[in-house]
């Protein structure tokens, strides 16, 4: 081998990828031809100083790094809890009897009665503003909080990802009352139907139509549907930051 | 954290660091680099199913995410950017290898991956190969070309002044 053909097999000398007999070949050579040998030598540390440079770099980036894991271990976590988000009503009809609401503690049948009832209520009260009676005032909340058995630190803990309460009321989805909770962020509304877990099955009921956006979840000792006219990226993130705060 | 998100955290989110700094030379913008780590993970993730345990998890994590890297520039999310407009935006304000982080700013995007593959991340040039969808022959004769580069960008003359010589004069001035 000459020193040409030498050099292109250093990629693979140095990574150990060369066959015995042509490694032997190189070696032989390189014992006896110091220009080659320089060669290797000068590769080597340049090589070793290109690596020193991006360590430092590393260091630097290794927070941004650890920051990251937390990041993907979060979004791993809520892809574990997040049951089913349906893109509109329409879509949700021919699907609702399939779906099941999955929790890790609290297993509950889906019912697709609630999820046509909740879309019906926002789209009355919330989309078409029809008067209602709403509660605003702090007691008022708290006393419809203890009528259902959900805390007002789960209310409480929706609102400290960013999202204002606005209002709520009780209303029933499939026949069971639900705290119908409004928040709102950037112009957009989220209605959040909680029912504290544990309660008995819901009844069937007939499904909706109309561009709306569901999503639902349970988590810890409440379980929520979330209805919006918002765009679908908004309900993504506010059932994401929902999720992650109850 | 069950047991399979244990598994899948000590096999692939310990290598986020070599991931992101990797990332940050592909992309030159450190948020989109840390979006493409992310996005690498999470995919990762959702194929963790198909990962056999034993096998290079580096070598599958960085197929990831050039996959999605090249995947997003098709897609328009993410643009190569064209040589001799590149900054330092993506080094980190590194200021102890200045030389060495300007010259592998001004390298070419295929030569640049291939010296960060090879020499930084270790991969052999069988698993760049692997990697990069192209022939091994390419990655050495692009390992050479960003070799013969790094060393004009330098101001090395192959074997009368080395690399490691000029650096300490560097450090001595």
Known sequence: MNCGEIHELLPLWTTGELEASRRLAVGAHLHDCPDCAAELRQREAEDALLREAMAVESARDLMTARDLERRVMRRIADERSRRWLWPSVAAAAATLAAVLLLTQHHPVQANPAVFSDAARDHTVEIVQKAARHWRTAPAELAALEDSQGISDADVKAVEATGYRLERAKICRLAGLPYMHLVYAKDGREFSVYMRATGGKPVPEADSTSGNLQLASFARGRVQAVIVTDAPRGDCLQFTRDAEAAL | MNSREQEFAEVALSQAGSLLRFARRLTFDPPAAEDLVQETLLRAWRSFD????????????????????????????????????MDRAGSSGNDQKPEIAEALTKLPHDQRTVLMLGVVEGFTCREMSDMLGIPMGTVMSRMSRARQAMRTQLGIVPRATTLGQKVLSHREN
Not at chain 2, 50 to 66: C, D, E, K, V, Y
Request: glycine share 16%.
């Open chain 2, 50 to 85: 198909q990962f056999r345990g034993g096998s290079n998890a580096r070598a599958w994590l960085f197929r990831i995410l050039l996959n999605e890297f090249y995947g997003q520039g098709r897609k328009g999310r993410l643009t190569l950017v064209p040589l001799g407009e």
